[in-house]
């Protein structure tokens, strides 16, 4: 099982990136599937999920209208569109799995994957 991150990199404010999370070993959409992230000297925090049954989406108040997540079933992914990028969402992102409950109300998710770093700056 894993789950594979990318697409982060260095944007200016006001930018737009998209996150990509593949899966391999298992169904994205047999679980909720969520983004955190952690900046230098901070506790990881969510950002985003999506849940499995009924595709429902939660955001944090920070990026609420600036950030959408999607799914992709057919090619196993879930991305997560960032616009009106400010510096202060520069932090390493990363994508989990999980039951809804678990990943967004416990933020403990079942799987985790590798980060991608995301900076935004002038």
């Known amino acids: 099982v894993q789950l594979q991150a990318s697409g982060g990199g260095l944007v200016q404010p006001g930018g737009s990136l998209r996150l990509s999370c593949a899966a391999s070993?298992?169904?994205?959409?047999?679980?909720?599937i969520g983004w955190f992230r952690q900046a230098p000297g901070k506790e990881r925090e969510r950002v985003s999920c999506?849940?499995?049954?009924?595709?429902?989406?939660y955001y944090e108040d920070s990026v609420k209208g600036r950030f959408t997540i999607s799914r992709d079933n057919a090619k196993n992914t879930v991305f997560l569109q960032m616009n009106s990028l400010k510096p202060e969402d520069t932090a390493v992102y990363y994508c989990a799995a999980g039951s809804r409950f678990k990943l967004w109300v416990l933020r403990k998710p079942t799987y985790w994957g590798q980060g991608t770093l995301v900076t935004v700056s002038s």
């Open positions: 070993g298992f169904t994205l959409d047999d679980y909720a």
């Open positions: 999506i849940s499995s049954s009924d595709d429902n989406t």
